[in-house]
């Protein structure tokens, strides 16, 4: 009789035991203000679908400090979001070659951040512009 | 006790016992093969090989070339007709590994490289970056688990040879993991378990590298030949002894001294250049580089450092970019172990064991003479060192002779009837008690760890580089005084699973005798040649008397007996061993008088 | 060696120990171990079992991170013992436990069978595109061929990154970081062409898509190996072999 008795470790609460893990929950905790800010939008567009005066309503609802303040928390989170999910884009990614040379991860986090930085603000001049 | 009925049992599962698993499945696959490693294959010590693997590859090399190299490096002790099949074999079986997927580096057309190294007149060493023997460990690895008819038994530790009616019918083996043991009947067993360069103090090797095999067979009347003959590697790291591979000096690196001079023109080795040239200076053979080094301590010329002297390898002017492409494993290891960025430092570096030419005695159909037992790899001695091993050859060795050793056991198996089971079980019981008796044992008081540094420093103070008599002498009545105190050895683990202290104690018996073949070789051997280097008398080759392998022979509870046997010479007779201009004149001289 | 002379400074090494023949669970010990500063964890643990406790079990061979045995959990964090040094803990006390996420077999042994079960069943070896005999010699295969899977191929299969990936502790039958890089090497490997039968391992129910890109796995790699890489290209591939057997009815294999 084997006197074998591999012990298995219980894995409760493996996300607080390495600052590494902290972090990853973090960024998937984040991923909820994108799900939420998706649905505020939503629900605006089914309120435009519903004549002026509701979408008015909506416009008005906004600007009640509760949602300000989501918006600066989601605003938060989703620049969180969007830094840690570019840092993990090249582990994501096939190798990219550029002139027989491997383009090193930094790069492709840096162009994936400048592309979304460049993105964000190009939105918000189009938005700008419309209003003026 | 479990019983597993196979053909050929194969023991060790590095690279020769790998190749000789998947031999045996490709020659018949209805064999059944049980391959017993003592660790799981992927870390045996065949892993921590560098450089790479020798086999003629250049439209410029011959094969005999490749020979002459050999035979002159091992100063004329080889068996020359072994040396011819082998280096016909060697690309043959590169090849194969390349076909089976090793990740050799290539030229720009995508050709397999090769480098320069020690000893070698061309450049034929086929490389996988500086991790060769690691590619090609984990290459023979993953490729044996194609084939079915090979039965692992990874983690069982073999503790004795199953000998009935004049031949090997199989091997008992401890299951690590529950301490069980377990019977393996076979009609063949070959040994690939490695050399035994821990018995040493200061040496490159893991730390399973206890020569287990080499005890089984010599245990059961089987010779270890030229025992005495230990490879000390020139460049190691002070303390650890772990390698700094010779591709450093392949791909042009320097040994200096405390001035920061080429030192190695001072020993016949020169003329010293700029860029490395095959057989001179840095690419000259690890036992004249280790003699060098030996004699600048003597001078005073080397540097002190908190681990004893040392000497500087010097890779600065090979440039960051060379060194991460082609030693990037060398770079690692100095950084993390040293402190030291090898493009802006030297590194400090010494001798260290590295390499037991010696082994169980085989022909060149790796037969023992015990029937049925074959043997392949460090552990035995076919003959293609002879007195110093070239660098890469052993690589190389692991395949040719573990396809052969492989082989020529299936062979074997099939031309005997199976064994009487009811009576390999009942020697096997008997081995049985004799190992869970050293367990339960009480009363002991000798610790493995002090006997093991007391083994290791005696190695080093009587076998070092240089040798004489009366240290050798000394090392001898020490080993004979360890091994009455391991009588008396205390185990504290009195547990089955994962007994670790069990185990040490059963391969600190095994050192022991290892040790003893090697030192009372070496004392018999008076002459210098290869590795084998006296300052007592005998201090030149000595031909007439000597020009033959030991053969040192067990004797239970005594000093081993040293006999010899013959040199097989065919086309090579012994000359002068010169290196560097001497080296080309002789070279030059030899085939004028051959016209 | 030591040089006692010196002041010896000293290091506390708590280590995880478990017997199984004694042990309801495993409980810490802690050990004061005398070092000097080139001395590794693992000598550090090699003198407890040497000169403290001679029943104190763990696996190591080569001493130069290239054999994969010694992988310890150091301060909760995975690494080779052997190139892990004492001196960057002192003074404060070091912790050593066995490989997270897998059986404790005894002290800092873990059964590592289920990986082991995992390398064999991803077809580890070259299932060759076109057979060919030793008599035509080598196939060709370029530098920059071989750049594309020769990191993958330099897995010690030490399984630190299994000790970093919570999705394999929360489900051992993930195939798993290292397993997924080497079955990505022999797929990406010039000379092979066994990937439509690798892919059914891929995108099953132990494959890939149990990864949710923690690449925590990568940080600890001690051979720059990118194990998360390997897994991540693969969802890639499951995804478009996916969507291309609607197209064609062999899926996008080939």
């Known amino acids: 009789m084997s006197k074998r008795r591999p012990y298995v470790r219980p894995m409760d609460g493996w996300w607080r035991k390495n600052p590494y893990f902290v972090e990853y929950m973090i960024h998937e905790g984040t991923a909820f203000f994108v799900a939420a800010y998706a649905a505020v939008l939503l629900v605006g567009l089914v309120r435009l679908s519903q004549g002026e005066a509701a979408w008015n309503g909506w416009l008005h609802s906004l600007t009640s400090p509760w949602y300000v303040l989501f918006h600066l928390a989601a605003l938060l989170a989703i620049t969180y979001h969007t830094y840690t999910w570019f840092k993990i884009m090249p582990r994501t990614m096939p190798p990219v070659v550029v002139g027989g040379e491997r383009l090193p991860a930094w790069a492709i986090t840096g162009t994936g951040l400048a592309v979304a930085a460049a993105a964000g603000i190009g939105l918000l001049a189009f938005v700008w512009g419309m209003a003026r | ?595 | 060696m030591p040089h006692m002379s010196d002041i010896q400074k000293v290091i506390e090494i708590e280590v995880l120990r478990y017997n199984p023949e004694t042990d309801k669970a495993p409980s810490s010990q802690v050990f004061e171990v005398p070092f000097t500063d080139d001395m590794s964890v693992l000598q550090g643990v090699q003198y407890i079992k040497d000169y403290l406790d001679g029943s104190l079990s763990f696996r190591w061979s080569c001493r130069m991170a290239i054999c994969g045995s010694c992988g310890m959990m150091i301060n909760g964090v995975p690494h080779l013992s052997c190139e892990t040094f004492l001196r960057d803990y002192y003074p404060a006390r070091v912790r050593v436990e066995a490989l997270n996420h897998f059986p404790i077999e005894r002290d800092l042994v873990i059964n590592m069978e289920g990986f082991i079960n995992k390398l064999e069943s991803i077809q580890p070896y070259i299932i060759p595109k076109e057979p060919r005999t030793l008599a035509q010699g080598e196939y060709l295969q370029t530098p920059e061929q071989l750049n594309l899977y020769e990191q993958f191929s330099s897995c010690i299969n030490c399984m630190l990154c299994y000790a970093a990936c919570p999705q394999f502790g929360l489900n051992p039958d993930f195939i798993g970081p290292a397993a997924t890089a080497l079955l990505h090497r022999y797929n990406v490997d010039s000379r092979d062409g066994g990937k439509e039968e690798r892919m059914d391992l891929v995108r099953s129910e132990e494959g890939v898509f149990h990864c949710t890109a923690v690449g925590y796995c990568s940080e600890v790699c001690p051979k720059h190996v990118d194990p998360a890489n390997a897994v991540n290209q693969n969802k890639t591939n499951a995804a478009v072999d996916y969507f291309l057997r609607f197209v064609s009815p062999k899926g996008g294999a080939k």
């Open chain 2, 1 to 595: 006790m479990e019983t597993y009925k196979a053909d050929v049992v194969i023991i060790g599962g590095g690279g020769a016992g790998l190749r000789a698993a998947i031999a045996v499945a490709e020659l018949d696959p209805s064999l059944r093969i049980a391959l017993v490693s003592k660790v799981y294959p992927m870390r045996s010590h065949t892993v921590a090989a560098e450089g790479g693997s020798a086999g003629v590859k250049l439209p410029t090399d011959k094969l005999d070339y490749h020979f002459n190299d050999t035979v002159a490096g091992g100063d004329w002790l080889c068996e020359q007709d072994v040396v011819e099949y082998f280096v016909a074999q060697c690309p043959v079986e590169l090849t194969q590994m390349e076909h089976w997927g090793c990740p050799w580096s290539r030229t720009p057309d995508g050709h397999v490289n090769v480098r320069a190294f020690g000893g070698m007149k061309i450049e034929r060493t086929w490389f996988a970056a500086d991790k060769t023997g690691f590619h090609m460990l984990h290459t023979l690895f993953q490729t044996s688990i194609k084939y079915p008819s090979i039965k692992r038994f990874d983690e069982h530790f073999c503790v004795d040879l199953v000998v009935a009616d004049g031949r090997v019918q199989g091997a008992v083996t401890i299951e690590i993991a529950s301490g069980e043991l377990t019977l393996i009947e076979a009609r063949a067993a070959v040994i690939a378990t490695g050399g035994a360069g821990r018995v040493f103090r200061e040496n490159t090797n893991g730390g399973v590298v206890t020569g287990d095999g080499m005890a089984l067979a010599y245990r059961h009347g089987v010779p270890l030949r030229d025992m005495e003959f230990v490879q000390y590697h020139p460049t190691c790291m002070p303390g650890t002894g772990l390698l700094f591979t010779e591709a450093c000096r392949g791909e042009g690196g320097f040994l200096v001294n405390k001035d920061g001079y080429r030192y190695l023109q001072d020993y016949g080795l020169g003329p010293a250049e700029p860029t490395p040239r095959n057989k001179a200076m840095e690419l000259g053979p690890r036992d004249r580089l280790s003699q060098a080094f030996w004699y600048e301590q003597q001078k005073g010329r080397t540097i002190d450092g908190p681990h004893g002297s040392v000497v500087h390898l010097d890779l600065r002017h090979l440039g960051e970019a060379k060194l991460r492409e082609r030693l990037p494993q060398i770079y690692e290891l100095a950084e993390q172990f040293l402190g030291v960025d090898p493009a802006l430092a030297p590194i400090p570096v010494r001798p260290a064991v590295h390499y037991t030419m010696g082994g169980i005695m085989v022909d060149g159909l790796c037969a023992s003479p015990l029937p049925g037992l074959y043997a392949a790899g460090e552990c035995s001695s076919v003959g293609i060192h002879g007195a110093n091993r070239l660098g890469s050859n052993s690589l190389s060795e692991l395949c040719v002779f573990g396809k052969r050793a492989g082989e020529e056991a299936a062979n074997f198996a099939k031309s005997v009837p199976p064994g009487h089971s009811a009576e390999l079980l009942k020697q096997a019981q008997a081995v049985e008690q004799r190992v869970l008796g050293m367990v339960k044992k009480t009363g002991g008081n000798e610790r493995i760890a002090t006997l093991r540094k007391e083994m290791a420093q005696t190695m080093e103070d009587g076998c070092g580089i240089y040798r004489l008599a009366d240290t050798m002498q000394k090392t001898c009545d020490k080993l004979d005084e360890l091994k009455q105190r391991f009588k008396n050895v205390h185990i504290e683990d009195k547990s089955s699973v994962w007994n670790t202290e069990w185990l040490l104690a059963i391969e600190l018996e095994y050192q022991l005798d290892v040790a003893q073949a090697m030192a009372y070789s070496a004392l018999n051997r008076r002459e210098s040649r290869g590795a084998h280097q006296r300052l007592d008398g005998f201090e030149a080759r000595d031909d007439v008397n000597f020009l033959k392998h030991s053969q040192a022979h067990y004797v239970a509870d005594g000093a081993p007996r040293i006999d010899y046997g013959p040199v097989k010479i065919t086309k090579s007779q012994p000359g002068t061993r010169a290196y560097g201009a001497a080296g080309e004149k002789a070279e030059q001289e030899r085939n004028a008088s051959h016209v």
